[in-house]
Nanobody, 127 residues
Framework: EVQLVESGGGSVQAGASLRLSCAASGVALDEAPIGWFRQVPGKEREGVSCIASAAGRTYYADSVKGRFTISSDTAKNTVYLQMNSLKPEDTAVYYC????????????????????WGQGTQVTVSS
């Protein structure tokens, strides 16, 4: 059974940093790209970043490029999202998800490509 568990969310002031973790079980990171998404109530889910660990390829949304860094630790089977210079508009519930399409050479920021989801972790950034 595949399980993804996010942690690391919290409430911070603008300019602060947080590191989100996505601990995976039932899947090895080189078998499935992992994506980070975020959602604000009333809005569509947004693809923030993803990593295809098998190929060492990453993706970042323009809104977070230069501020967020995704990485993976295959020994811990965990993907991290380091978030620096946080802004109030980064406030959302953040989810990690695993893509079991069989494509491991790249990742896509499209939620419909992902098959397993974590429960989400709240990130709140105040001004």
């Amino acid at each position: 059974e595949v399980q993804l568990v996010e942690s690391g969310g919290g409430s911070v002031q603008a300019g602060a940093s947080l590191r989100l973790s996505c601990a995976a079980s039932g899947v090895a990171l080189d078998e499935a790209p992992i994506g980070w998404f975020r959602q604000v109530p009333g809005k569509e889910r947004e693809g923030v970043s993803c990593i295809a660990s098998a190929a060492g390829r990453t993706y970042y949304a323009d809104s977070v490029k230069g501020r967020f860094t995704i990485s993976s630790d295959t020994a811990k089977n965990t993907v991290y999202l380091q978030m620096n210079s946080l802004k109030p508009e980064d406030t959302a519930v953040y989810y990690c998800a695993a893509d079991f399409s069989g494509v491991t050479s790249a990742c896509l920021p499209d939620e419909y490509e992902y098959h397993y989801w974590g429960q989400g972790t709240q990130v709140t950034v105040s001004s």
